[in-house]
């Protein structure tokens, strides 16, 4: 059941990444708006995680 939940969850976000690509080149409306919302959900796992934006930063700073 767990196997099914991961693929489907892989499934949506390999899916998001295409529409993000093809509403970068001109693609339908529809396409723009799932990329749209693709792009808000990343945003927003963003915000809702700070230990792991700490930990990038983070990672910033010693490779400079």
Same mark, same amino acid.
């Given at each position: 059941?767990?196997?099914? %939940?991961? !693929? /489907?969850?892989? &499934? +949506? &976000? %390999?899916g998001?990444?295409?529409? #993000?690509?093809?509403?970068?080149? /001109?693609?339908?409306?529809? #396409?723009?708006?799932v990329?749209? /919302?693709? +792009?808000?959900? /990343?945003?927003? +796992?963003? #915000? &809702?995680?700070?230990?792991r !934006? !700490?930990? !990038?930063?983070?990672?910033?700073? +010693?490779?400079?």
């Amino acid at each position: 059941m767990t196997v099914l %939940i991961l !693929s /489907g969850v892989l &499934v +949506l &976000v %390999i899916g998001g990444c295409v529409c #993000v690509f093809w509403a970068a080149r /001109g693609g339908p409306r529809w #396409v723009r708006a799932v990329a749209t /919302g693709t +792009l808000a959900v /990343g945003e927003l +796992l963003r #915000v &809702v995680d700070p230990l792991r !934006s !700490s930990n !990038s930063k983070r990672g910033d700073t +010693l490779r400079d």
